[in-house]
């Protein structure tokens, strides 16, 4: 349908219509960032999936890319119709070899049936993928750093602007969307975008999927619409919490962290707030890639705060004195 029966400018505005939001943590609406790239005029064109997922206790990305890699792929082909592009990269953590394997199977699978490659459904449109893994380094999830690291320079984060839309890899217009993000748009294609935003809240529509880990009873991934509440994922989905002696208690519980490094943890209070973009940014935490870590009352908040800042500094690339110096010094106030 997006090859032989959509235009571009009705692949940007279906997605746009359907309020789909980057599901990488930023929260940018898709069909936005996807018509900023249209309109750019320049003969290369890049997409690129981002899937170098570090924050500790996420992983769905992960998951999909074992799970159903083909929905990435015809995500980034969509998206590649939408602005006009003819090369994608899949860029993987490396940590994920399974990933990485089942994602090359899915890419060479797709050029056999010839939905990768030249003149794709007789259309006279091309698109090739190639999938690169990531260097191990946390910063390069950051879409500059990770666009740097593509290019084979040390992955580091640039200033924006430029945003990527305009100038990114090899400084052509590029598009750069997580895998959830990537493979929910087929979804979206195929049944409409009303049927994707009667999901959700208003400004925050379709699905999350969300990694439950911690003092939780049933750890793993939930796919929930957005605007459920924590109280509706920790105690209904997840069972309950845990006690020091593994136990499932309703009275437990202390705090969840939420959103990476760069999110923030909620406690009691915020246990019947909706979980979405807006109501989250609102109280100085994040939806984030969606890592959920619970903890009971026995947890020690100290060492929760001085275990992120120590990954926070360990995984500092140095660029910028502030985060270089300033990590390295609360790291040690916590010590």
């Not at 206790?57 to 590649?80: K, L």
């Not at 136990?247 to 959103?259: A, D, L, P, R, Y």
């Not at 110096?325 to 609360?330: A, L, P, R």
Request: aromatic share 6%; glycine share 14%; charged share 20%.
């Amino acid at each position: 349908r997006a090859y032989l029966e959509m235009i571009p400018m009705d692949i940007c505005e279906e997605i746009t219509f359907s309020g789909l939001r980057g599901r990488g943590g930023g929260g940018f609406p898709t069909g936005k960032k996807w018509e900023l790239t249209r309109i750019q005029n320049s003969e290369k064109k890049f997409v690129i999936c981002n899937g170098d997922e570090g924050d500790p206790g996420a992983f769905m990305d992960r998951s999909v890319m074992e799970g159903n890699p083909h929905s990435v792929i015809e995500g980034m082909m969509i998206a590649a119709r939408a602005i006009g592009a003819d090369e994608g990269y899949i860029y993987v953590r490396a940590e994920y070899p399974l990933a990485v394997k089942r994602v090359r199977k899915a890419v060479e699978q797709a050029e056999k049936l010839n939905l990768l490659g030249n003149n794709i459904f007789g259309s006279g449109l091309n698109f090739t993928i190639q999938v690169m893994e990531g260097a191990g380094a946390f910063v390069c999830g950051e879409e500059t750093a990770l666009m740097a690291s593509i290019m084979g320079e040390r992955g580091m984060p640039n200033p924006k602007p430029p945003f990527p839309a305009q100038s990114g890899l090899f400084e052509k217009p590029t598009v750069i969307n997580n895998v959830e993000t990537l493979s929910t748009v087929p979804l979206i294609i195929l049944k409409g975008a009303n049927n994707f935003s009667s999901l959700g809240t208003q400004k925050s529509t379709g699905t999350k999927t969300f990694a439950l880990t911690g003092h939780v009873a049933n750890t793993g991934l939930i796919e929930v619409p957005f605007g459920t509440t924590l109280r509706e994922i920790i105690y209904n989905i997840g069972g309950g919490i845990l006690d020091e002696k593994g136990n499932i208690t309703h009275e437990g519980f202390k705090s969840v962290q939420i959103g990476g490094p760069s999110g923030g943890c909620l406690t009691e209070e915020h246990l019947d707030m909706p979980l979405d973009f807006d109501s989250l940014t609102g109280i100085g935490a994040m939806v984030g890639s969606g890592g959920l870590v619970v903890m009971n009352k026995q947890t020690c908040m100290v060492s929760i705060a001085r275990y992120f800042m120590q990954f926070t500094q360990n995984e500092s690339c140095g660029k910028c004195v502030l985060c270089r110096e300033g990590t390295k010094q609360m790291l040690s106030l916590l010590d």
